[in-house]
């Protein structure tokens, strides 16, 4: 006969074996994912698409924190403070500002980032091809395609003289507005520009046309003004105002009257695949900076007439979405 103090140890250790197993397990790597705007199921989708072009599935063999700061830019100390405490296996930070305070607190864990800025300049990286550190990613170029945007805005309303650029300060960034400033100046056109870092301020912006009224607007390519874009949208059809959008979440299909830009989608797929290619043993320093593979052009007919205008059969040719 067994026991009675033999038994119980003998369910004791039963019942450990479990729990041993289970600490053998090797953990899942945890992404430390950090966007500037709000949550949206494109950009997720998008980078989970990445993922799992390497291999890689959320939940399966690994795992994504997602860190949505809706324009609350001084969360980011204390959240990449958070991520490198707890050693995560890659920060992901799709969007300038987030990236540049990754860089800033680790020099060692790698960082795949998501800029529209030379993220030489912006000291990310040595260089494209060579980014020689712990960060590497996708340059969006927004500060490039801000010319080409003028000038199709431009083409739309031919008669423009005075365009209003909505630009956030928060953004810590001046170079789209130089970039926007140059190419305002080759065309002809004067700029007013307006701040907004917040809601209220969106609303004082569109305010000042009341007695200051632009002949188009032009809105930055940033991803708080993404979040707001059906109170944008929602502002300029209010005011009559032709606006232009950059190519992040779709402004146009809310009513926005163009928008041009990189593809969000492509973006966050290919800081996906770069990040599913690092968990795999890549280097940051050995892998270059890519650049956007597909650029969006998209115009809203509907919001068009509204405006009184005609859309240049030119335009509507090389459109890659025309909404009716």
């Known amino acids: 006969m067994i026991q009675r103090r033999e038994f119980i140890a003998g369910l004791g250790g039963a019942a450990a074996w479990p729990l041993m197993a289970q600490a053998q397990q090797p953990t899942m790597p945890v992404i430390g994912f950090v966007d500037a705007g709000d949550a949206l199921a494109g950009r997720v989708a998008a ?8 291999g890689y599935v959320e939940g399966r063999n690994v795992m994504v924190e997602y860190h949505w700061l ?14 490198v405490r707890r050693r995560v ?3 992901a930070s799709t969007a300038t500002r987030a990236a540049i305070a990754a860089k800033a607190a680790t020099a060692t864990i790698p960082i795949v980032f998501g800029v529209g800025y030379d993220p030489v300049k912006l000291g990310l990286v040595a260089s494209l091809a060579r980014p020689g550190g712990n960060a ?7 500060t490039e395609v801000v010319a080409k945007r003028l000038a199709l805005l431009h083409e739309l309303v031919p008669n423009a003289v005075r365009v209003a650029m909505l630009f956030n300060p928060a953004n810590d960034n001046d170079f789209n507005l130089r970039e926007m400033q140059e190419a ?14 917040s809601i209220g301020e969106i609303d004082a912006a569109f305010a000042t046309f009341e007695h200051e009224r632009p002949d188009a607007l032009f809105v930055q390519a940033d991803q708080f003004f993404s979040g707001r874009r059906v109170q944008l949208a929602t502002l300029a059809a209010r005011e009559r105002v032709p606006a232009a959008y950059g190519g992040g979440p779709d402004s146009v299909g809310v009513g926005g009257l163009m928008s041009y830009g990189p593809s969000n989608a492509d973006r966050f797929r290919q800081a996906g695949v770069y990040t599913g290619r690092i968990l795999q043993g890549a280097k940051p320093a050995d892998l270059p900076v890519l650049q956007p593979t ?20 030119t335009l509507l040719a090389t ?6």
């Open 136 to 142: 590497t990613g996708v340059n969006s170029f927004n």
């Open 47 to 54: 980078f989970r698409k990445g993922l799992g072009e390497t």
């Open 294 to 313: 597909k650029f969006e052009l998209k115009i809203n007919l509907t919001t068009a007439k509204a405006l009184g205008l005609t859309i240049p059969e």
């Open 319 to 324: 459109a890659d979405e025309v909404i009716q």
């Open 70 to 83: 809706e324009g609350q830019f001084d969360r980011l100390p204390a959240l990449m403070a958070d991520l």
């Open 89 to 91: 296996a890659v920060i």
């Open 184 to 197: 305002a100046r080759v065309i002809g056109l004067q700029i007013q520009v307006l701040n907004a870092t």
